[in-house]
């Protein structure tokens, strides 16, 4: 298999030895940043028990909310793929834009025309110094694999995400797709 290399809109693939992290135990995360000052991308499959109107009452809509990562989590950061109605949007990769107008989005939410299909909603962001990055990947924490799941990557059907990579990368990889998340209770 042809090594992918880290770079914005790549997608960084949990190794299954990454026992025991809650953030990145069998994290899949988009990267939507790579460059010389550092590495930014978001958790897609680790959903936190709260909605997005939980979080601001003045939004009407009930969206899941995933924990992008285990910086600023106290920050609430979204992915989309409607640039053409969000103002100061950022161009991940094949169709999925990063942050915008936040008060833009919930005026949107609110009359209806944001459904919650076309965005995702993260408290927090998984970032490294590049170094720091390399230095993982150098030991076996992570592999790189490309975005195949554009089309999906903003609906609620991204749960099974490292599963479906783990079988996809094969070999021993595919052996880890059916383990329990902790191995003791194998």
Same mark, same amino acid.
């Given at each position: 298999?042809?090594?992918?290399?880290? @770079?914005?809109?790549?997608?960084?693939?949990? /190794?299954?030895?990454?026992?025991?992290?809650?953030? =990145?135990?069998?994290?899949?995360?988009? *990267?939507?940043? =790579? #460059?010389? /000052? $550092?590495?930014?991308? =978001? %958790?897609?499959?680790?959903?936190?028990?709260?909605? *997005?109107?939980?979080?601001?009452? /003045?939004?009407?809509?009930?969206? /899941?909310?995933?924990?992008? &990562? !285990?910086?600023?989590?106290? #920050?609430?950061? =979204?992915?989309?793929?409607?640039?053409?109605? %969000?103002?100061?949007?950022? *161009?991940? @990769?094949?169709?999925?834009?990063? &942050?915008?107008?936040?008060?833009?989005?919930?005026?949107?939410? #609110?009359? $209806?025309? %944001?459904?919650? #299909? @076309?965005?995702?909603?993260?408290?927090?962001?998984?970032?490294? @110094?590049?170094s720091q990055l390399e230095t993982e990947l150098d030991g076996n924490s992570w592999v790189v694999a490309k975005n195949t799941d554009s089309k999906e990557l903003l609906s609620d059907n991204m749960h099974d995400i490292w599963k479906r990579n783990m079988k996809t990368l094969g070999g021993a990889y595919e052996l880890w797709s059916n383990a329990?998340?902790? !191995?003791?209770?194998?």
């Amino acid at each position: 298999m042809k090594q992918v290399l880290p @770079e914005k809109g790549k997608l960084l693939i949990s /190794e299954p030895s990454i026992i025991g992290d809650d953030s =990145f135990s069998r994290s899949v995360i988009l *990267l939507t940043e =790579f #460059n010389t /000052e $550092g590495v930014v991308g =978001f %958790i897609l499959n680790k959903p936190l028990d709260c909605t *997005l109107d939980q979080l601001i009452p /003045e939004i009407s809509l009930k969206l /899941e909310v995933y924990q992008g &990562g !285990p910086v600023e989590m106290d #920050n609430l950061y =979204f992915l989309h793929n409607i640039p053409h109605l %969000i103002p100061n949007s950022h *161009l991940i @990769e094949d169709g999925i834009y990063w &942050g915008g107008d936040f008060n833009v989005v919930s005026a949107l939410i #609110n009359c $209806g025309t %944001i459904t919650g #299909n @076309e965005i995702k909603f993260f408290l927090g962001y998984s970032g490294w @110094e590049r170094s720091q990055l390399e230095t993982e990947l150098d030991g076996n924490s992570w592999v790189v694999a490309k975005n195949t799941d554009s089309k999906e990557l903003l609906s609620d059907n991204m749960h099974d995400i490292w599963k479906r990579n783990m079988k996809t990368l094969g070999g021993a990889y595919e052996l880890w797709s059916n383990a329990p998340e902790n !191995p003791s209770y194998n």
